[in-house]
């Protein structure tokens, strides 16, 4: 890892600790999918001017899971905005069989909610899935509109959504609104934006036949928080903003780079759910 890189990783990933932690988190129950949005414009970089390379870095050529920690987790209340902004959601890539959805939750002086991506799916040079489905282009990006200060964001995946609708698992940034009370969203801010990456599958590492918890099906799934990767832009000011005082634990930083690819288990274990759902 270059030296320049890594500090700037280190600096960046402070904000964690300070980005998530002050106010209750709303569960799933608040939040409802509406099945009548519709899939908002998507600008293509050449148009928007972002620049998605940077990012690709986080999305390596091979798997490493990532340890269900608290470190990682969000708090979907804190990602509250200080300042007024336009906000817009880039796409970075995806490393899924399912074609995923994702929307988001705007609340306080704010209040909207709607879709983001309606098939997060993509193919070709530079995509790690290509498993069907050439939806979106890497860095492809949609706007939400002007944010006002004093609101709060948060961000949900329909867990390919695009095929079960209503029967699709509906995850969120707070570990324990997700149906199997497990973590599947992490978060980073680089580069004065946040990267926001996302497990789709449900269930613990590996698990496998019926949650006895729940009833429902456990998925196989390989942690790797790979399926859906995207890049928040807030603004500079409210990033900086947001960024906390506390160092997180070097492996904390480190693992970063955990956004890998889905290996030879990831692609066998998403082809086996879909022949089996």
Not at 1 to 19: N, Q, R
Not at 110 to 139: M, P, Y
Not at 227 to 250: F, S
Request: net charge negative; glycine share 10%.
């Amino acid at each position: 890892m270059k030296p320049v890189l890594f500090t700037a990783l280190l600096a960046a990933s402070a904000t964690l600790t300070g980005l998530f932690s002050q106010v209750e988190a709303a569960s799933a129950a608040d939040f409802n999918w509406d099945s009548s949005w519709t899939q908002p414009t998507v600008y293509n970089k050449s148009q928007t001017g972002f620049n998605d390379t940077p990012f690709q870095e986080f999305v390596q050529a091979e798997s490493v899971i990532l340890p269900n920690s608290g470190q990682f987790k969000l708090d979907p209340t804190q990602l509250n905005l200080k300042y007024d902004y336009d906000v817009s959601v880039y796409f970075i890539n995806e490393g899924a069989g399912y074609r995923n959805q994702l929307a988001f939750d705007a609340v306080g002086t704010t209040n909207k909610s709607g879709l983001i991506f309606n098939d997060i799916s993509c193919q070709g040079t530079g995509c790690v899935g290509d498993w069907g489905g050439n939806a979106l282009k890497l860095g492809d990006g949609v706007k939400l509109g002007n944010i006002t200060a004093g609101t709060q964001l948060d961000f949900w995946l329909r867990s390919d959504g695009l095929n079960r609708g209503n029967d699709a698992n509906i995850f969120g940034t707070k570990t324990a609104s997700n149906p199997d009370k497990l973590q599947h969203t992490v978060a980073y801010a680089y580069n004065n934006y946040i990267l926001l990456a996302f497990e789709d599958l449900y269930g613990d590492l590996r698990a496998s036949g019926i949650d006895s918890a729940t009833g429902k099906l456990n998925e196989g799934s390989d942690r790797d928080f790979n399926d859906v990767v995207v890049v928040l832009d807030i603004g500079e000011a409210n990033v900086r903003g947001l960024i906390g005082a506390t160092v997180p634990e070097p492996s904390v930083t480190l693992s970063m780079f955990a956004l890998g690819a889905v290996s030879m288990f990831g692609l066998r274990r998403r082809r086996q759910n879909r022949t089996s759902n």
